[in-house]
């Protein structure tokens, strides 16, 4: 009886350091910091080199061009009754429509043609006649201007995915209708596969797997970041990293989740879809792997107790039993729901044993999101449309799956 008041009081302040007392050791840090510094020196880069004059300039240019504009075509249209034909073109989508859709508040002023629309802190301003859109400071163009007919403002049909695409809220972008307040999942290890000197698999056109998962993830990545979970990632750049630092880096930091990404290859190139797999039981061979057993000592070394074998196999049973029922849950509905949404088959959530999943302590999966070797699929994954389209999808089951109890 004593034994097993004792077990269960270990267990309960176990299950309370779990969830609240995990750290993050330097050296993981240091790799994930690199990485992070290398992208955003490019960004900077490339900031620097795409700067012309202010956007706002711009905008207020704008305003004052279409104020003139406005003022003759009002003097033209007097003064030329009998003038040419004007060509009709298509008049587009309702603006009112789309932001009643969307839940976005708008405002017209029919002196300055400006519209604004506003979702909480954020805001856009466009102009009637121009295809000009800021959002918050940044210019986007449509392949149109807006129009207005009565008092309807009609705008271009790239309209929604060009300024209610990065303007709107993630849910409604991507389809989530549950509750971000309480979700099971806070911290999620994204790991885009491969890297630097491994390219992995190449299609036929060349393209490389660690570019096309590289950029997947870092589009997963902003999408569960804007819903409110905190994201790491193995890698932000084109690096190399050993499969043992990508499991460590999940067992060092704080996650509750760890997805990899990858595709896929096959000889058979007729061969297409998308496969999810996940561990659905582990050997004793497995359980006594190395890497594993490294993994658990690094895990219960961050817990706020004193670290001990006995400490360590009860740790080590309670992350297995969730890991096992949890991966195969959301493995699952990741395979069926991307593979609905992006139109290619369902090959199946997927028993597997390799290393990145097996050797992670959290609930993990490694999702193959199409076949290079295929010539069609290879084409999809080398759009960026296809491939923002097969992130939104993984987030929404991600975040269903965190939803769910
Ligand atoms: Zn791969």
């Known amino acids: 009886m004593l034994n097993a008041d004792r077990l269960m009081v270990r267990l309960v302040t176990l299950a309370h350091h779990l969830w609240k007392s995990r750290t993050t050791l330097p050296r993981t840090e240091c790799l994930y910091q690199n990485a992070r510094h290398e992208v955003s020196e490019r960004r900077a880069l490339a900031r620097s080199e ?194 043992p630092e990508r499991t460590e880096m999940a067992s060092q930091s704080n996650a509750d989740l760890f997805v990899s990404i990858h595709a896929n290859f096959m000889p058979a190139r007729t061969t297409q879809g998308i496969e999810v797999y996940y561990v659905r039981s582990t050997s004793k061979r497995d359980l006594d792997e190395w890497q594993r057993q490294m993994n658990e000592r690094m895990f219960v070394q961050h817990l706020d107790a004193q670290p001990s074998r006995t400490l360590q196999g009860i740790v080590a049973d309670m992350m297995y039993q969730l890991k096992v029922a949890e991966s195969g849950k959301l493995a699952r509905r990741i395979v069926h729901d991307v593979a609905d949404n992006a139109g290619v088959p369902n090959r199946g959530a997927r028993h597997c044993r390799y290393f990145v999943v097996r050797n992670t302590l959290i609930p993990a999966i490694l999702v193959e999101i199409g076949f290079l070797s295929n010539k069609q699929e290879e084409k999809k994954l080398d759009s960026p449309a296809y491939r923002q389209k097969l992130a939104e999808s993984m987030a929404r089951s991600i975040l269903v799956y965190a939803s769910s109890s």
């Open 50 to 243: 795409s700067k012309g004059h202010s956007s706002g300039d711009e905008y207020h240019w704008l305003v004052r061009r279409n104020l003139v504009l406005g003022g003759l075509l009002i003097f033209c249209f007097h003064g030329c009754a009998t003038g040419p034909p004007v060509p009709t073109l298509p008049l587009g989508i309702s603006l009112q429509e789309i932001c009643r859709q969307y839940n976005i508040q708008w405002q017209f002023d029919s002196v300055t043609q400006v519209v604004i629309l506003s979702y909480k802190d954020h805001n856009a301003k466009a102009l009637v006649g121009s295809p000009t859109v800021l959002i918050g400071q940044q210019k986007v163009t449509l392949n149109a201007p807006l129009r207005r007919q009565n008092s309807t403002i009609f705008v271009p049909g790239d309209f929604e995915s060009k300024v209610i695409g990065p303007f709107g809220s993630v849910r409604s972008r991507i389809g989530f209708t549950g509750e971000l307040a309480n979700l099971k999942i806070h911290t999620i290890v994204i790991d885009p596969g491969h890297g630097g000197k491994d390219p992995g698999t190449r299609g036929r056109s060349g393209l490389k797997e660690k570019d096309v998962v590289l950029d997947v993830s870092e589009r997963l990545k902003s999408l569960l970041q804007e819903a409110g979970l905190k994201v790491i990632m193995t890698r932000e750049a084109d690096i190399y990293l050993t499969l």
